[in-house]
């Protein structure tokens, strides 16, 4: 079955760091791009960070520049979104992407990250 | 505030066609056939259900359709039906530093 399936959400405090990962199957994962987009509660989406296929090219939103690192580890299959100096704002569910044709065709069911004291 | 400017509402009886825009500058939708739609149910990861503007990913029904007109797109759904009723949000390519931005979503509510 072609999925992707996140892990690595919960609860943090402001400024504590959180790595969540996504582990696709039933495609080949090192051809495609790949992407993080969050959703915050009641809110709309908003795309997070995107990676290349063979991880040498990174771009990110604004607000998480500096603070959030996306990679990849193509020979084990996982992409990774390493979340540093974190913030209210930043609570979200998060979800893992495949990009296809400038559109994101497979999603994840999400991981919940929460910041909060 | 976001990038692409949707109605935060539609509605529209079973059977009836209703149509969502989504409105950004010639940075992104103007500038780009790279316009695709998602449709995301409660509770649930969001679906592409047209990219590029007007393409259908396979096994999404015909009853959705996309079309561009300068810095607007467009998403039509003919024949609503009740299980159409959730979000519906637009994204766009764009030049600059935000290569992907999304509209702010609408609520579709069949009647």
């Known amino acids: 079955e072609v999925q992707l399936v996140e892990s690595g959400g919960g609860l943090v405090q402001p400024g504590g760091s959180l790595r969540l990962s996504c582990v696709p199957s039933?495609?080949?994962?090192?051809?495609?791009?790949m992407s993080w987009v969050r959703q915050a509660p009641g809110k709309g989406l908003e795309w997070v960070a995107s990676t290349n296929p063979d991880g040498s090219e990174r771009y990110y939103v604004d607000s998480v520049k500096g603070r959030f690192t996306i990679s990849r580890d193509n020979a084990k299959n996982s992409l990774y979104l390493q979340m540093n100096s974190l913030r209210a704002e930043d609570t979200a569910v998060y979800y893992c992407?495949?990009?296809?044709?400038?559109?994101?065709?497979?999603w994840g069911q999400g991981t919940l990250v929460t910041v909060s004291s | 505030q976001s990038a692409l400017t949707q109605p935060a509402s539609v509605s529209g009886s079973p059977g009836q066609s209703i149509t969502i825009s989504c409105t950004g500058t010639t940075s992104d939708v103007g500038g780009y056939n790279y316009v695709s739609w998602y449709q995301q149910h409660p509770g649930k990861a969001p679906k592409l259900i047209i990219y590029e503007v007007s393409n259908r990913p396979s096994g999404v029904s015909n009853r959705f359709s996309g079309s561009k007109s300068g810095n607007t797109a467009s998403l039509t759904i003919s024949g609503l039906q009740a299980e159409d009723e959730a979000d519906y949000y637009c994204r766009s390519f764009a030049s600059g530093s935000t290569p992907v931005v999304f509209g702010g979503g609408t609520k579709l509510t069949v009647l």
């Open positions: 992407a495949r990009n296809w044709h400038y559109a994101f065709d497979l």
């Open positions: 039933g495609f080949t994962f090192s051809r495609f791009w």
